[in-house]
């Protein structure tokens, strides 16, 4: 093998090591976050963190034209690589050990450290190898793709703290052959010395679990149920049992309590674990909580609960005389801490008439074809500690489609039962099912005798509080409720001293009985309050989306993150060569992302999993447009675009197709395997994938025709910086549109390109 081949293998192969680590330490980075801030600072941070991979290409980009710094690009290559490994480290630790830190921007600029070294390194590998673009970019997402499917297995087996010894052990790998591609030989013994140390650590659980014990940022953090629950027994909270993995951090929390306990999951979502030794009449006092209202009247023979979590909606339901219980639960963890504490619980989910479902509820409504008395959906996505944090995530659980499924599966006089957290759940979902029942031709006058609402404060408090409504629960019947059942709601709620919020024929909310009786439109129904109450779909499934315009800090992100990078384009504007770099390869980045998004969001549905379905699109995307890369430079490729770039017409091609494709295949393989819908996926993708992967490495080959100035570093460096510009902007056009709308504008960039690539004229 000649010296040239030989160098080509090796920085190929160091780049897929950098990049899977990298990727890696993305996810890694989320995870962390997702246990100490609310989710929309998660976004944040996390988005402003890989803004340093931008920032890392600018850097190379100034630095290069103004002094000598990166003259030695193989040497500046190697060291920054090493540096990569230890700056994981560190950031973690440094984030992992202080106390909580009330500044997303102090966790922004801290956590972005890695990027910008990571920048740093591709810029000056694709800039000394800027001839082998396309292999290099096939390196590149290849590692990412690795990396995507790498994580679940990595975090599922070793945990938090060792999967970031692993991701350091990639970097060296990589460290450690691009010593060797330099003849370094002397100091590439120190990287492999600290590769196996590393390695080490990672398999000993003992030392893992000394390591991540004190996660002192999560502890101390006010955004998390642990501050809640401390608040309100006097800080007298112990955390029993931790699990983590690729899907949360699960907790189980003691607070004082003989009869009960709580899981945490990711340090928002609570659910009671409650002391149960098979005997009913020894928790018969779970009959003056209001959830138990719901199970005191009609039948419940046969119940479906979805989102039991620590198990106390079985217990409900057992006192409500169920005798067939379908439990679902989507978090794996969840159920494993429950079944670690069988002999507090009494094994609740081992019970004879409890069949357990580890799945996302929405999975299982959709595929099962069993008939219930009652379907309860009790706080499902609960965050005690502040809901408008879930604000930026899908939730498929609240849409119009999910209500219709759940109508669907209930007996001919069945009941639907929602326990919210605060009234604009209440009424979001109120203005949902009401939308359904008019759509199916019910009379607008009938429409308030199909629910009841009752707010867990007494009268007494809630009018001492405004009129306050907190963690009310709404019964969905379609035929109207009796005469009997009234009577009993009314019964019960006098017993629990409850509020009554609505009830058929007695006390009813005022602004629906306008709409009953006609005064108003469902329009003006909805627009009437003050926060945004239009229901949901499964086209823009952010029901935790309460502002009526864009959320203030999307905007915020948006508006500075452009703003950067405008920032650098004006400056390079002067010069024609690089201004074509910054037009083509920024256009680019906002087209990807724009077309990667909503893809993840859309498969989130079908695959019923959101870690699943960012690890299948993520996996299938880049895998295939690494293929798409290495072939970019082909000849039939270059034949198809030796008079214009039919590659961006290709993609807007299959962008429709897929999309149009995507509800027909969802629909039809619903059943099918996981490990099925992995290859469904991944066949459909594919093509689209293929081709998205052509035009960055042809633009990269390109530069050196048009300016002989600095422009690899500068197309990488806006290439990142518009990418999180795409990812916000998908996620505000998702939220507020709809996904289709976001695609439609990410097809539209690629149309842009065909009419007039910056990069030939």
Request: hydrophobic content about 45%.
């Amino acid at each position: 093998m000649n010296n040239s081949k030989q160098k080509t293998i090796l920085i190929l192969v160091g780049l897929f090591f950098v990049t899977s680590s990298l990727f890696i330490f993305e996810v890694l980075n989320t995870r962390l976050f997702s246990t100490i801030l609310a989710y929309h600072f998660v976004f944040l941070v996390t988005s402003l963190a890989i803004l340093g991979s931008g920032i890392g290409s600018i850097l190379v980009f100034l630095l290069s034209r103004k002094s000598k710094f990166f003259d030695n690009r193989l040497k500046s290559i190697f060291n920054f690589s090493f540096i990569l490994a230890f700056s994981y480290l560190i950031v973690m630790m440094i984030i992992y050990k202080l106390p909580y830190i009330d500044s997303f921007i102090f966790y922004a600029v801290i956590s972005s450290i890695p990027f910008v070294f990571g920048g740093i390194i591709l810029s000056l590998i694709f800039k000394e190898f800027q001839q082998i673009g396309h292999k290099l970019y096939f390196a590149d997402l290849l590692g990412s793709s690795i990396g995507s499917i790498a994580i679940i297995y990595f975090m599922d087996n070793f945990s938090f703290i060792g999967t970031l010894f692993i991701v350091t052990s990639l970097t060296l790998v990589g460290t450690i052959i691009f010593a060797y591609m330099i003849k370094l030989k002397k100091i590439i013994v120190i990287p492999v010395i600290l590769l196996v140390l590393l390695v080490l650590g990672a398999f000993n659980n003992n030392f893992i679990n000394s390591v991540q014990k004190n996660f002192s940022a999560y502890i101390s953090s006010p955004n998390t149920a642990i501050k809640y629950w401390k608040d309100r027994v006097d800080g007298k909270v112990e955390i029993e049992y931790t699990k983590w993995d690729s899907i949360s951090r699960t907790d189980v929390v003691d607070y004082g309590s003989e009869n009960r306990k709580t899981i945490i999951t990711d340090g928002g979502a609570s659910a009671p674990m409650v002391k149960y030794d098979g005997d009913l009449d020894e928790v018969s006092y779970l009959k003056d909580k209001i959830e138990y209202i719901p199970f005191s009247f009609g039948s419940n023979k046969s119940s479906l609960l979805i989102g039991t979590g620590g198990g106390e909606d079985i217990l409900l339901s057992l006192l409500g005389d169920a005798v067939d219980i379908d439990a679902v639960e989507i978090n794996p963890s969840t159920i494993e801490a429950v079944n670690d504490y069988k002999d507090f619980n009494g094994d609740i989910y081992g019970l004879k008439n409890v069949n357990l479902y580890i799945e996302d509820g929405r999975k299982y409504i959709s595929n099962t074809d069993k008939k219930y008395d009652h379907i309860y959906l009790g706080k499902v996505f609960s965050n005690v500690v502040d809901n408008s944090s879930a604000m930026l995530s899908e939730n498929y659980i609240y849409t119009k489609e999910a209500y219709k499924e759940y109508l669907k599966k209930l007996d001919d006089d069945g009941k639907l039962t929602f326990v919210f957290n605060d009234v604009r759940e209440l009424i979001k979902s109120l203005n949902t099912m009401i939308e359904i029942f008019i759509e199916d031709g019910m009379n607008k006058e009938d429409v308030i005798k199909h629910f009841v609402a009752i707010n867990s404060y007494s009268e007494e408090l809630s009018k001492a509080r405004g009129g306050s409504i907190y963690m009310p629960i709404v019964i969905y019947k379609s035929t109207s409720f009796t005469d009997e059942e009234i009577n009993k709601v009314k019964e019960f709620a006098k017993v629990q001293n409850r509020d009554i919020i609505h009830l058929p024929g007695e006390e009813e909310l005022p602004i629906y009985k306008q709409f009953a009786n006609g005064s108003i439109s469902y329009n003006e129904l909805v627009n009437r309050f003050q926060f945004n109450a239009e229901p949901t779909t499964d086209n823009n499934p952010f029901f935790y989306d309460y502002d009526k315009g864009i959320p203030d800090k999307l905007l915020y992100l948006l508006i500075g993150v452009l703003s950067a990078g405008l920032i650098v384009f004006f400056s390079v504007f002067q010069n024609k060569g690089l201004r074509k770099v910054s037009l083509y390869f920024g256009t680019i980045g906002l087209g990807f992302m724009l077309v990667e998004m909503p893809l993840i969001q859309k498969a989130i549905l079908f695959i019923g999993s959101t870690t699943r379905a960012f690890t299948f699109i993520l996996f299938s995307l880049l895998l295939s447009s690494g293929i798409g890369s290495f072939i970019s430079s082909s000849k039939i490729i270059n034949r198809i675009n030796k008079k214009r770039d039919y590659i961006f017409l290709i993609i807007v091609g299959l962008n429709i197709i897929v999309n149009l494709a995507l509800p027909f295949v969802f629909d039809t393989f619903s059943d099918a395997s996981m490990i099925s819908k992995f290859f469904i996926v991944s066949l459909v993708i594919f093509p689209l994938g293929l081709f998205l992967g052509m035009p960055f490495p042809r633009g990269i080959e390109s530069i050196r025709k048009i300016t002989t100035e600095n422009g690899v570093p500068l197309a990488q460096g806006i290439n990142s910086i518009m990418s999180v510009v795409s990812s916000t902007l998908a996620l505000i056009i998702s939220m507020k549109l709809g996904f289709n709308q976001a695609l439609i504008l990410g097809t539209c960039f690629y149309i842009v390109l065909f009419i007039k690539n910056p990069l030939r004229s």
